[in-house]
């Protein structure tokens, strides 16, 4: 049967933050990526080993097997990154009615990754852009970033790249990065306006393809993968970065 897929609304580098202003999200090919972060293709590349790893998430409720995960924060200030010591991963239920309310510590990130110099390049970028679309003076306060390291595979048949459906983060921004697929079809990347009747669908398949969300503004989703051959997986970076503190900070570190 064939594939219908819709091709990504790609954005320049030098456009992504009107982008982000005007329309809520913006999506930029690998090549752009790498111009826009300040690095090689080949820096991006070398980080994909570290997917071949992940543990498995063990806080799915919905039973399934398919999602292995690795989870690390991190605080920019003036440029400055800082790994933060390693925390559980908070949402309410307002954003995540499958998985909120509950304290998830996955396996923490680990220490080669974190300390490649094109890791610090990607989170720079992150901050430097949430400053320029969302702080009201730039560069006056800290972002507060959370990375997650996904694998979505079809261990049991389906992989459900977003369990808990459309929906926001409760950040400021989100970016989803596309790390690799392997014999997956499916997988299609769905953003809505949270409060209006647009929305766009594509299909990211380009290893670094990146897709950058204003969470206030869209909704978003990615719709399951089923596999063309064995050992189909789809792998994924998400960093979201807020302002203020972590999500669910009051909740994660009040005294027990």
């Keep these: 049967m064939t594939q219908v897929t819709f091709p990504p609304p790609f954005t ?11 329309a809520g999200y913006a999506v930029l090919a690998p090549a752009d990526v790498a111009a826009w972060v300040g ?5 991006l590349l070398a980080l994909n080993p570290d997917w071949q790893g992940l543990p498995p998430d063990d806080f799915l409720k919905d039973g399934g097997r398919y999602r292995r995960r690795r989870h690390a924060c991190f605080v920019v200030d003036h440029g400055a990154v800082q ?3 390693h925390r559980p991963h908070w949402q309410p239920v307002e954003y995540n009615a499958l998985h909120g309310g509950m304290q998830r510590l996955f396996a923490p990130m680990l220490p080669p990754t974190v300390a490649a110099p094109v890791w610090n390049k990607l989170l720079q970028a992150l901050a430097g852009v949430s400053d320029t679309v ?16 996904f694998r979505i595979d079809t ?11 459309a929906h926001r ?11 690799d697929r392997h014999a997956v079809k499916g997988g299609e990347t769905r953003v809505f306006e949270a409060t209006g009747p647009s929305g766009v669908r594509f299909t990211l398949t380009q290893p670094w393809s990146l897709m950058l969300l204003d969470d206030a503004r869209m909704i978003h989703e990615s719709t399951p993968i089923q596999p063309l051959a064995d050992g189909a997986y789809r792998d994924t970076l998400v960093i979201t970065c807020r302002r203020g503190n972590f999500q669910g900070a009051d909740v994660v570190d009040a005294p027990q």
């Design 169 to 179: 983060d409760g950040v400021d921004l989100v970016a989803v990065f596309l790390v």
């Design 155 to 165: 261990t049991d048949g389906i992989g459900r790249p977003t369990p808990e459906g």
């Design 39 to 43: 690095c090689d293709m080949h820096e």
């Design 134 to 149: 969302f702080a009201a003076t730039p560069a006056t306060e800290p972002w507060f970033l959370e990375a997650h390291q």
């Design 83 to 85: 790994q933060a010591p």
């Design 12 to 22: 320049r580098p030098s456009q992504v933050s009107e982008q982000l202003r005007s």
